[in-house]
């Protein structure tokens, strides 16, 4: 079984940045895929970034160039750096793992945490 726990979410002014963290329990962090996912109230939810088991990185467009991700498999820990944020970033966000390694399908993902809670004001 695998746990993941968000941090680092708020209330932060447009323009302004936050660093969410995931911490992934288990012996095997280095195994998985580990992908962030967003919902904004009466919005599905969307695919945001995700970095692979070979430390490959992808983001949706509508991040690109403005948030980061990265892995500390020392600490078990992946970092979603979100800068130059907008109020249209305001969600939920939530990391999950995959042992598909690199999927921006939700579906395919095993494992999530609860999410936590972003919030940008204009």
């Known amino acids: 079984q695998v746990q993941l726990v968000e941090s680092g979410g708020g209330l932060v002014q447009a323009g302004g940045s936050l660093r969410l963290s995931c911490a992934v329990s288990g012996r095997t962090f280095g195994s998985y895929g580990i992908g962030w996912f967003r919902q904004a109230p009466g919005k599905e939810r969307e695919f945001v970034a995700l970095?692979?088991?070979?430390?490959?990185?992808y983001y949706a467009d509508s991040v690109k160039g403005r948030f980061t991700i990265s892995r500390d498999n020392a600490k078990n820990t992946v970092l979603l750096q979100m800068n130059s944020l907008k109020p249209g970033d305001t969600a939920v966000y939530s990391c999950?793992?995959?042992?598909?390694?690199?999927?921006?399908?939700?579906?395919?993902?095993?494992?999530w945490g609860q999410g936590t809670q972003v919030t940008v004001s204009s």
């Open positions: 999950a793992a995959t042992y598909a390694s690199s999927t921006t399908v939700a579906a395919a993902y095993d494992f």
């Open positions: 970095i692979s088991r070979r430390d490959s990185t």
